[in-house]
């Protein structure tokens, strides 16, 4: 009877650590980061910094350790705030299942794990692994119960996967890792400003600032079409020929502004409609955006 029980007993424990451990480390967000860093080390590998499947191996796990490592360091410093938000009130720390001591070192092992497996690669892709673990936790987590500008500061370590990338095929950060840095930077606004629109009412509970205005208003949708502008330009830069060994064909330069033009077209409606429902669209349109821009450049480099 005793051994039946616990036979019973394993699964279920191994599956809720399973997904408490998804839950902490936010796979889902971190799964397309490091589909971001994949991406830049794709468009970075030549016959001089030849492609390696192990490189790309600790690529993925290290980015996924780094992006894991900074979201259970958040979860810990933001657990009384999570339990007071209906999105976040059902993670393991605020829920109770998991200890934020737990918490705290799964967060540290990870981080451990993520800087050695991208040391082992080059000191440069560790040392911006580091830095956006830094900057994640140690400025941006504080500075969003103070002031929207907390956006424009998470949206460094929320650039670095994409150049990351690239850093790793070539162990260099010049003008090519700076322009995929570039446009991941700009993409964060228009894509966190859509989901702090959303779920505004569900922010102000814990006192959060994500709108540049602080308001659902016209200044905010503005800025979300001014920074969606600049996307689109920082994402044509490489087919003007000054980006170094990153550059893209017309052909790809069209698609790549035809899809800038779908994503302001959302920007422009949420501007005129101002609804929470335009703003959950204009979310989901970002993400399809730096997905297919990312393909349209892999695919440009191997088809041109």
Known sequence: ??????????????????????????????ISVVFSSIAGYVLGFDDAHPFSWIVLLKLAIGGYCMVGASNAFNQVIEKDLD????RTKNRPVPAGRMSPNLALIVASLLTIIGVVLLYTINPKSAMFGAISI?????????????????????????AIPFMLGWVAATGEFGIE????????????FPHFWAIGWFLFEDYEKAGFFMLPTGKKDKGTALQIILYTVWLIVASLLPALGYTGHLFITPIAAVFVFLLGIWMLFYAVRLYKIRTAKAARTLMLVSVSYITLLQLIYIFDKFLR
């Open 1 to 30: 009877m005793l051994s039946a029980l616990s036979t019973t007993q394993i699964p279920f424990s191994f599956k809720s650590i399973y997904i408490d451990f998804k839950a902490i480390t936010k796979a889902g967000l971190a």
């Open 83 to 86: 339990a007071l938000m209906d």
């Open 134 to 158: 830094f900057l994640y936790t140690s400025v941006y987590t504080p500075l969003k119960t103070m002031t929207s500008l907390s956006v424009f500061v998470g949206a460094f370590p929320g």
């Open 177 to 188: 890792a700076g322009t995929l840095f570039l446009i991941q930077f700009f993409w964060q």
